[in-house]
């Protein structure tokens, strides 16, 4: 399972990529404005800290304009993955950016039938939002089973499922067991993935011990 970060902030990115735990970038327009940075230079900075792909979302809603973006935003490194929403205009952007070699991210997802149509556009990623779901009073990890199972009926479709809008570690762990190609999350819930209070609690009885011997391995 891939972990991308789903962050614009170039020093958290900094941070994770040196755990090596870091396969690509997820960005928004929401999370461009919390960095409070020109998106394209923020963009490039982060496309030249990881090697992975990294999504930077079009903002235009009509066609031509959003394919113009598109190529704009694909020129700026070779691991950009353009990212469209799931209309009927991005998923037609979608095609012609695929067509050009581009990587493409279809985001916005919040049904299965929707990820099916991403699949035949030829999306390089589909985004299910599942916290954004479960926030509605529904199941998202219910939707990302679904994508899967279907996915599976059809080996020829060579879309990713990258689960998005990430609360908690229990997604990611719902996600991994269903067999999801990607999870974006957010950098407090990278950093949670590490924390389980019985490793605190030996890591100090052992130090503890250690202290007791007098000894020192250097
Ligand atoms: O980038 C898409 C996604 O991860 C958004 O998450 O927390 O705004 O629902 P959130």
């Known amino acids: 399972?891939?972990?991308?970060?789903?962050?614009?902030?170039?020093?958290?990115?900094?941070?994770?990529?040196?755990?090596?735990?870091?396969?690509?970038?997820?960005?928004?327009?929401?999370?461009?404005?919390?960095?409070?940075?020109?998106?394209?230079?923020?963009?490039?900075?982060?496309?030249?800290?990881?090697?992975?792909?990294?999504?930077?979302?079009?903002?235009?809603?009509?066609?031509?304009?959003?394919?113009?973006?598109?190529?704009?935003?694909?020129?700026?490194?070779?691991?950009?993955?353009?990212?469209?929403?799931?209309?009927?205009?991005?998923?037609?952007?979608?095609?012609?950016?695929?067509?050009?070699?581009?990587?493409?991210?279809?985001?916005?997802?919040?049904?299965?039938?929707?990820?099916?149509?991403?699949a035949k556009a030829g999306a390089t990623f589909i985004s299910p939002f599942v916290g954004r779901i479960d926030d509605n009073g529904h199941d998202g990890m219910a939707l990302i089973e679904e994508i899967m199972t279907i996915y599976r009926q059809y080996p020829h479709f060579k879309t990713e499922v990258l689960v998005a809008s990430i609360r908690h570690t229990q997604h990611v762990v719902r996600a991994a067991k269903l067999g999801a190609h990607v999870a974006t999350l957010p950098p407090n819930v990278l950093r949670a993935l590490f924390k389980h209070v019985l490793t605190d609690m030996g890591l100090k009885a052992f130090l503890d011990d250690w202290a007791k011997t007098g000894q020192s391995i250097l």
């Open 1 to 118: 399972m891939k972990f991308f970060v789903d962050t614009a902030e170039v020093a958290e990115i900094k941070d994770l990529a040196a755990s090596g735990l870091l396969d690509g970038v997820t960005t928004n327009p929401s999370l461009i404005l919390k960095s409070g940075r020109p998106m394209l230079e923020v963009i490039q900075e982060i496309c030249a800290l990881v090697p992975g792909p990294v999504s930077a979302e079009t903002v235009a809603t009509d066609h031509k304009t959003m394919l113009e973006e598109g190529r704009k935003l694909a020129k700026l490194a070779k691991n950009i993955a353009v990212k469209v929403p799931l209309t009927p205009d991005g998923l037609k952007t979608c095609k012609a950016l695929t067509s050009e070699g581009t990587m493409v991210n279809v985001t916005l997802c919040f049904s299965s039938a929707q990820a099916l149509l991403a």
